[in-house]
């Protein structure tokens, strides 16, 4: 049997190396490290106990499974399967002990033999020093991220999208009662861009303040406590919530209960409620680590979707006979479709129509969530004799005018829910028809909770939220782009309209 033990006092905190440690996925971010990859979530954590990762170092590839997951002091792990050279591995075991609020002591021990007889004995020892040498390796280059200060955060310029920069940010002290998250994965979709866009008119900006003139970018994702003086609140738990685009997020925890808690932080308590509730995943019924990546893109569109489909069928679809739903290939569209459809038995009848770029037609037809699927270019095509409901995710002001122009009288309402095509984007001024509203999604759950009960309305959520999980995961890939630069990318992308429908853009930043 072979055994390592290295020990090393790092100037970094106990919490942020083992983060580190457990980031199984961010592996090939560690030097010689050249893929790495979450096989399977843990349980109660993606990254804890029952966790499977899969790392590529030079010639061999290792399985490993987590056994232990005790933030922010232990992590253990075995290799079950390492080829091409097979080895038995009884134990890895890292302990953290904090010293100090930047200081800690980590030891890593691991017990292995190499499984292949005679030559087991000669390239056992020189193995021995190879993950010695790695483990060490290893260390280092978390107490240099950490006095680095790898901290990051997107700033754009309020006035010009278009100019936007990766920053770097010193992170603050954690106030009295406050919480430190460490921002680990998020989804990026057009609605995100419809944030900047809106980010003035709409509050956006207001949530994750930044230096005068520029905005931090809401998103949706998951994150752990990394640092926590809120009693309640542990180091490594797990949070869902709003973030900014930034590797880390202070919140000061109010209202604590099992569930969750808001952020009481004073520039958020003017902002609606939906946005300032982080939820606890431990205990959210919502939640799943497997599915983690499609509640990261779905959990906020398929909602609003939830509450839209809920307020229009109260108006009995305002009428209409058909229901036309621009931008009929994003997700907020797609998951309005599904319900309208879902629910169709128990409504006047309707015909569901979705509208959308050439390009994507086909994409959209074969999600069969649509009666009809038309580009844009064939709105001649729709009846103007049947009366319609205009259902808008594009805030195309050309696609308006002409579905009004077509419709005008016709169109027995004219919803506004989102403004995908934002560069088309203009003021409406002689439009025929009705006035185009805008759907606000807080207001409305506001009216439902208070008429359902809190519980009530999470389990009608909860029970269409499954239904819809189960339909559209086999209909989107999800593609994960890891770091602050793939990151950019993916964002500068989606605002130039360069994305794939079918694609679920997921950014993992782990603890970098
Ligand atoms: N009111 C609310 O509370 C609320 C909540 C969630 C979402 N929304 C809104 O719903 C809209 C869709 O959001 P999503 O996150 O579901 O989008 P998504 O899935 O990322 O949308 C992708 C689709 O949007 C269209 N698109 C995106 N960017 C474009 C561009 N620059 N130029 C032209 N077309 C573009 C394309 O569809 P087509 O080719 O089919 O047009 C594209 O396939 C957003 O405006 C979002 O803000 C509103």
Redesign the pocket.
Known sequence: MQTIHVERELAASAAFVFAQITDHAGYDRFPGVTASELIRPGTDHPNGVGAVRRIVIGPFVLQEVIERYQAPAAMAYRITRCKPLPINHKVGLINIESCGKHQCRVSWHSEFAVAVPVLGRLLGPILRQRMARGFAVILKTIEKRYQSGAEFKLLINRKDLHQHKLAEQTPEPLPPGGVRLKVDRFAL???????AVLGDSLSYWKFFPAEEGWGKLPVWGFADVVESACQGIAIGERIYGYFPFASELMVSPAKVNEYGFMDAAAHRRELPTVYNHYVRVANDPMYSAQRENLQAIFR??FT??FL?DDFLAEHDMFGAKTLIL??????????CAFLMEKFRRDRSAYELV????E??ADY?KNLGCYDRVLD?SAIEQLDNSKQALFID????ADLTREIHTHYADQLTHSCV????????RAQHSNLPGPRPV?????DQVTRRVAEWGQAGFAERLAIATRAFFAFVEDQIDIQEFKGPDAALKVFTD????R???KVGYIVKFGTD
Do not use: D, R
């Open positions: 979709t057009a609605n995100n861009i419809t944030y906020p569109l609003t979707s839209l621009s931008s009929a290939s994003s997700k907020t569209a797609i998951s979705g509208l959308t770029s390009g994507n959209v844009y995710f594009a805030g195309n829910a989102g403004v995908s095509h934002w560069q088309e805008m759907f606000f999604a807080p989606l605002l130039n309209g994305m794939n429908p």
